[in-house]
């Protein structure tokens, strides 16, 4: 056993954090470190952190963040903690900041379209307060009714919609960011154009929370579509065939806000979950929604659909009746995650390109014995291949690693990525000089180095 001096004990650590956050609580009693350290199966070895900093304002950010230079600890910061690729767990000896109870809406400006937000406010909040006033806040998650602003923004969370309205990356103006040292940066503004300097407010967007903390951010808000909006559902032989129609749809002259697929795995789960009858349809689903519909809308959708041999086609406009299918696409993941050990990817191809990944991902399964359930959003060639295997096999399976890595390279032989939406977290931090070369991945390590010398903040976490 190797013997270490050490200059500080742990008791030092927790009193001089109490000292430099005023405003929120530290804690470091066992229920919370164990609650608070671990998210998945998935996470690997690692000890629960030392300390849990609840911050309620930047100076608990800034006093944290002190004391991490002082005992050189790294610092994972969490929001509402519901990272699917590891981005959030502890780091053995380190302290965890959340910042989940900074949650208020500062400012909502009908005018010029935005709201100014703390990193705690909830999505799915924010766009209800949002519509109050005739507005609406564009990205959906699937986490929406829980994941916080702050995250969606480490993480450049995507969603439903992003096939019309973008991204987290598309929809925020600008930020406030607590530095490593203590600085706090202020970053972009509230216009729509704005070209000084380089963009360093895009730079933190999707930084996993290595670069900085995100404290507030200032997000664009947009008006309520006007009219009626058609939501359907629609059945397919097939994926591959599902993903030709998509591209017609979308380049249609439509601008559909939704492209949803599933596959018949999926919709043998939802069945089996909500004793529904879906997968007796035909081999794939389509869930799309197309705002401020004309007289040209449903002649169009039906010939693109009638074109692919769609069957069991159903159009509405009834809110009740679109909220009945909506509620079906966000049962998905309750549906295949109930009774299975299971990991979620997050790939992306350009769109021509989905069809054939989709088939390629049916042949992985049937050559590993591994069970995907593949869903997505088909519109922006955004696919979620979910491996699962038994609860009672404790260690992930070769053939679950194998399938990963073949999964993994044919996105990047089709032009794609390896993380759409979900950002890289600890699960896939290796491949960075695969998917964007060795010059790249070098230069992104100088960038952490410049904005985190002493590599307290999320270490492990974005780059390896």
Do not use: C
Not at 122 to 135: P, Q, S, V, Y
Not at 161 to 176: A, E, H, P, Q, W
């Amino acid at each position: 056993m190797e013997t270490q001096f050490s200059a500080f004990d742990q008791a030092d650590i927790i009193n001089f954090l109490k000292t430099v956050v005023k405003d929120g609580q530290v804690k470091n009693d066992p229920t919370t470190l164990q609650s608070q350290s671990y998210s998945s199966k998935l996470a690997g070895d690692h000890q629960p952190a030392i300390a849990y900093v609840e911050a309620k304002s930047i100076a608990d950010v800034q006093g944290t963040l002190k004391t991490a230079r002082k005992f050189h600890l790294p610092v994972v910061t969490q929001n509402r903690f519901t990272s699917t690729v590891i981005g959030a767990d502890a780091v053995n000896g380190g302290i965890i900041l959340s910042t989940a109870a900074m949650d208020k809406i500062l400012s909502l400006n009908v005018e010029d379209g935005y709201a100014v937000v703390e990193p705690g406010v909830i999505n799915g909040e924010l766009d209800k307060e949002a519509r109050k006033h005739g507005l609406f806040y564009a990205p959906d998650p699937a986490s929406k009714p829980f994941s916080g602003i702050g995250g969606n923004i480490g993480t450049n969370a995507g969603g439903l919609s992003g096939v019309r309205y973008g991204s987290t990356r598309d929809n925020v103006l600008g930020l406030k960011v607590v530095l490593a040292d203590g600085r706090v940066l202020d970053l972009g503004g509230k216009t729509s154009k704005q070209a000084f300097g380089y963009n360093l407010t895009q730079l933190f967007i999707g930084s996993e929370g290595t670069l900085g903390v995100i404290v507030e951010a200032t997000v664009k808000l947009m008006p309520l579509p006007l009219g009626k909006s058609l939501m359907g559902m629609a059945f397919f032989k097939d994926m591959p065939t599902l993903a030709k129609a998509t591209t017609d749809l979308r380049m249609a002259g439509l601008y559909p806000s939704m492209l949803e697929a599933m596959d018949s795995n999926t919709l043998q789960a939802i069945d089996q979950f909500k004793q529904t009858t879906y997968s007796q349809a035909a081999g794939a689903a389509l869930i799309f929604k197309i705002d401020m519909i004309n007289d040209l809308t449903v002649p169009t959708v039906e010939k693109i659909l009638t074109r692919y041999q769609a069957s069991n086609v159903k159009m509405t406009s009834d809110e009740d009746e679109q909220a009945a299918i909506i509620e079906l696409r966000q049962a998905m993941l309750l549906a295949i995650f109930t009774g299975r050990n299971a990991v979620m990817e997050d790939m992306a191809v350009p769109t021509s390109k989905l069809a054939e990944l989709v088939a390629y991902i049916q042949q992985v399964s049937e050559e590993t014995g591994i069970q995907i359930f593949t869903a997505g959003h088909a519109g922006d060639g955004n696919i979620h291949p979910t491996l699962t295997w038994s609860q009672d096999i404790k260690e992930t399976p070769e053939g679950v690693t194998l399938a990963l890595r073949k999964l993994f390279n044919k996105a990047l032989e089709l032009g794609g990525t390896i993380s759409g939406e979900h950002s890289v977290g600890m699960l896939k931090n290796q491949w960075n000089n695969v998917e964007l070369g060795a010059d790249v991945d070098y230069l992104q390590h100088q960038v952490k180095a410049l904005f985190d010398p002493m590599n307290l903040l999320n270490p492990k976490r974005k780059i390896n």
